[in-house]
């Protein structure tokens, strides 16, 4: 069981470039959630989906940022044209269908963009 | 609003000292709390959750709900406690989501 995989474990990106992130949850698992920590603060919660479905996205921002997990393959979190204010720790976590999500979170160990 | 706060950025303590790592929540239901902990290069993992009364690694926490407070303790602090310490709450027992809301953290020293 390897646990929820997250990469790249570092991205740089230039300003107005594309970050993809990518997302594999524990096997059997077919919950994902996105986390995002800025500097200094918490983690914020952005977006929970289940296969090929959105079913909560009331923290992501409006713009530039999209997340899909579809039915073969990792869930990708997606920021087009990326600013110097995206440069944070993004967490994935995943739980298995059966158990109520905040108890059976495992978190992946995060992938750090840093926009230039 | 849904807040966690956790007042203390830092907290150092000699090792064998007691331990009180502070979080006050505001929800206007009835959520669940947890600690999340993340030692030194290591992915965030659980601590310990309200709802099932445990001790983990010798840390408890009590919801209190007149307070809106879940401080987690332990009485005799050890140097492999050092880490950051995350409160954070669920109302997944009202909305069908289980998103966390997380405090900013509290790292622990434990001095030997």
């Known amino acids: 069981n390897a646990g929820v995989m997250q990469n790249p474990r570092h991205l740089v990106r230039r300003r107005g470039q594309e970050a993809r992130l990518r997302c594999s949850p524990v096997?059997?698992?077919?919950?994902v959630y996105w986390y995002r920590q800025l500097p200094e603060e918490g983690l914020k919660f952005m977006v929970y989906?289940?296969?090929?479905?959105?079913?909560?996205e009331s923290g992501m921002p409006k713009e530039r940022f999209s997340a899909e997990f579809p039915k073969e393959g990792p869930s990708i979190l997606r920021i087009q044209q990326v600013v110097r204010g995206d440069s944070a720790a993004y967490f994935c976590?995943?739980?298995?269908?059966?158990?109520?999500?905040?108890?059976?979170?495992?978190f992946g160990s995060g992938t750090r963009l840093t926009v230039v | 609003a849904q807040r966690v706060t956790q007042p203390e950025k830092l907290l150092s303590v000699f090792k064998g000292a007691p331990v009180e790592l502070k979080c006050n929540y505001s929800?206007?239901?009835?959520?669940?709390l947890f600690w999340y902990v993340q030692y030194s290069r290591q992915r965030l993992q659980l601590l310990l959750r309200?709802?099932s009364r445990e001790s983990i690694k010798g840390f408890t926490a009590d919801l209190n709900k007149g307070e809106t407070s879940f401080h987690l303790k332990k009485p005799f602090a050890q140097e492999e406690d050092s880490a950051m310490y995350y409160c954070a709450l669920s109302g997944a027992y009202f909305y069908n989501t289980d998103k966390l809301i997380f405090g900013t953290g509290t790292r622990l020293q434990v001095f030997p």
């Open positions: 976590a995943s739980s298995p269908s059966t158990v109520t999500g905040a108890y059976g979170y495992t």
């Open positions: 309200h709802i």
């Open positions: 096997k059997g698992h077919s919950h």
């Open positions: 929800y206007s239901g009835s959520p669940e």
């Open positions: 989906l289940q296969k090929e479905n959105i079913i909560d």
